[in-house]
């Protein structure tokens, strides 16, 4: 038994507290999510005095929420599978394929990792609204498909594959494909794991370029509809916060599923490991 | 021709060459051995051979068939790794059945030569384990699997027992000799271990600084080096050299010269030359196999041979046979091999006779003066 002193103990307690800070709101939007507004703005209790599931039944048959979630699942999946891919092959390109410009290309590839998105967002309104795709789902994935971190991290991993793996596979008459798909993504599943649940939980996420291009309620993703709750039916608060519980319980699910994989994703895209 | 063909090789890397006009002839079933010190290309040759590295300029012909520029994969060759870079993902199956799944081989004829060369390396048991369950050997028996799975012309290996203990690379180094017997196919081996050339190859490629040195049988390279590199590369422990001068032309043979060595300059030696004789006073070098210099009692008392006293240093008791390591009084290392003679050495200095018949000599820049 080792002596426990009493800087462990002040850590302790500084971790419960910030702990509790951090989940408080969580609590107080499913608690809030389960009392009937009269309650919600009678009381401040820490627990619903009576349960009432009634702001769920509204969020689900009362508002497109359900429509929300189709448009969520499916443009995130679609990202997700489009920015793993090209991704990959990006990578495996940059990290096997003796081309000319490949340093100069892996350069733009870490200089484009530097420019915030936000920055980004007038110029590919513009585009997206001459290619006629605004509140289309092509309008929503097409600028979140380039993620160049991705393609960093994919390119680091292969990187650290060994040569003669490429070399033995090259004389079993692999061309460049087979090389990928049977050989170099079999062996990084782990992190292709990873990067796609973290590209699938930060395009579930994005607000700020969902909110621009979609104007019609029924392109809406789950993060821009959720703002439309409000708007629509006053400040009600129960209801607000069943809408949010359930926008944000897909990422929380995927997040407890794939705790390890998403820590060691975030670990990795931003440089602490690799 | 059948076999693989290569004609004035050359590889640079930017503008460094570093194989410089090679020309070898491999016949069809031979095994021949690429020895040679670290960076001297071997391993170079060999990819190139196999389509890894781009062939600077020259040709390089397999079966006939010019296959310089063509793709790794379509030349017909199956490389064996020092790493064995077996596929970590696959079974042992799977890795031996690879080549054949990409070719889009019917699933019974892979499943049968998997299975019949996995009974040849006796590997039948272990068909289901992926490579990490399997010992060194076990790999290295995969990965020769994995080549003969193939069918290839030409089976390349490049340094394949390096990542093996001692015992195992004994072990291994038979059955790869075994296999050559059984299969008969065309073998290029990279090593720079010369005792695994001389017990495996039928010829040897020796090479230094990406240039070829000598090519022969293993016998004919320790009988009959045609420079200073190969006969102290080929042999072990390593031949012993001694500089000289030679300081007059035979008196009685016209084809003679005499020697004097600077370790023992009050005497000189009688050599006979059947080529061009070095001119008086150019320096030579004397050369001599360990098991050639004689300690005891003279073999053969009628030999010419040098006198020499040598100081011992340490001696290397093996059983069978026994190294002494000598020096002589210009500090110049000596090693003496002594097989029938169990009896220690005790004194500090030696006697030791170099007979004529089994010295080599050299001209100042390494090249035997026959």
Redesign the interface.
């Known amino acids: 038994m080792g002596r426990v002193s009493s800087g462990n103990i002040l850590l302790l307690v500084f971790t419960l507290i910030a702990a509790c800070a951090w989940a408080f709101p969580l609590y107080w939007a499913i608690v809030t999510s389960l009392k009937p507004e009269a309650e919600v703005v009678g009381s401040l209790s820490l627990w619903p005095q009576t349960v009432d599931l009634s702001s769920y039944i509204f969020a689900l048959f009362e508002t497109n929420l359900v429509r929300w979630y189709v448009n969520s699942i499916g443009t995130s999946v679609l990202i997700t599978a489009i920015v793993i891919v090209i991704s990959m092959m990006c990578g495996y390109a940059l990290s096997q394929i003796v081309f000319p410009g490949r340093r100069m290309l892996f350069l733009v590839v870490l200089a484009s990792f530097m420019v915030p998105s936000q920055a980004l967002v007038v110029s590919q309104f513009v585009l997206m609204h001459k290619f006629g795709m605004i509140n289309t789902w092509g309008g929503i994935i097409l600028p979140q498909v380039i993620i160049p971190v991705v393609v960093i991290v994919y390119k680091q991993f292969f990187d650290s594959v060994?040569r003669?793996?490429r070399?033995?596979?090259?004389?079993?008459?692999?061309g460049e494909f087979?090389i990928l798909f049977?050989?170099y993504l079999?062996?990084n599943w782990g992190i292709t794991t990873a990067l796609s649940i973290i590209t699938f939980i930060m395009a579930w996420n994005n607000f700020l370029w969902p909110f621009l291009v979609t104007t019609s309620e029924e392109m809406m993703t789950v993060t821009v509809g959720i703002t439309q709750v409000g708007d629509s039916f006053g400040v009600q608060y129960a209801r607000d916060m069943a809408v949010a519980v359930m926008a944000a319980m897909p990422v929380a699910v995927a997040y407890l599923i794939f705790q390890r994989r998403v820590t060691q994703a975030i670990m990795l895209s931003s440089g602490i490991k690799g | 021709m059948s076999g693989v063909t290569l004609r004035n090789i050359k590889k640079a890397f930017g503008t460094v060459e570093v194989i410089h006009d090679v020309n070898i002839s491999i016949s069809q079933g031979e095994f021949v051995v690429f020895v040679g010190p670290s960076g001297c290309g071997k391993s170079t040759l060999l990819r190139m051979i196999?389509?890894?590295e781009e062939t600077t300029s020259g040709v390089i012909e397999i079966d006939g068939t010019d296959v310089t520029c063509m793709?790794?994969?379509k030349r017909g060759?199956?490389?064996v790794?020092?790493?064995y870079?077996l596929?970590?993902?696959l079974s042992v199956f799977d890795n031996m059945a690879?080549?054949l799944q990409?070719?889009s081989r019917p699933k019974d004829e892979i499943k049968q030569k998997v299975e019949e060369v996995a009974r040849i390396l006796q590997l039948d048991q272990h068909l289901d384990r992926k490579p990490s369950q399997l010992s060194g050997g076990q790999r290295q028996r995969v990965a020769i699997g994995?080549a003969i799975v193939?069918q290839p012309k030409a089976f390349l290996f490049d340094e394949p027992l390096s990542n093996l203990d001692a015992e195992l690379r004994v072990q291994m180094r038979m059955e790869i000799a075994r296999l050559h017997n059984q299969i008969g196919a065309t073998m290029i081996y990279v090593t720079h271990d010369q005792v695994e050339a001389m017990t495996l190859a039928d010829k040897i490629v020796v090479l230094k600084s990406g240039t070829v040195q000598q090519i022969g049988s293993p016998l004919e390279l320790y009988d009959n080096p045609d420079n200073q590199f190969v006969a102290g590369f080929i042999g072990s422990p390593r031949m012993n050299f001694l500089e000289g001068k030679v300081v007059q032309g035979g008196n009685d043979a016209p084809d003679e010269v005499r020697i004097e060595l600077v370790e023992a300059p009050n005497s000189s030696v009688p050599v006979t030359l059947s080529g061009p004789k070095p001119v008086p006073e150019a320096t030579v070098i004397l050369g001599i196999r360990p098991e050639n210099i004689e300690t005891g009692n003279p073999v053969s008392a009628e030999d010419d041979a040098v006198e020499l006293s040598l100081k011992t240093e340490f001696t290397e008791e093996l059983g069978g046979v026994s190294y002494v390591h000598t020096l002589t009084e210009g500090g110049v290392r000596v090693t003496i091999e002594r097989r029938s003679d169990r009896n220690h050495i005790a004194q500090d200095h030696i006697s030791a006779r170099l007979p004529t018949r089994h010295l080599f000599l050299f001209d100042a820049n390494g090249m035997r003066l026959r």
Request: glycine content about 6%.
């Open positions: 060994p003669e793996l070399e033995a596979a090259k004389l079993d008459g692999c087979q049977k050989l079999p062996l | 196999a389509g890894l793709e790794a994969a060759v199956s490389m790794f020092q790493s870079a596929y970590p993902h690879f080549s990409i070719a994995r193939r």
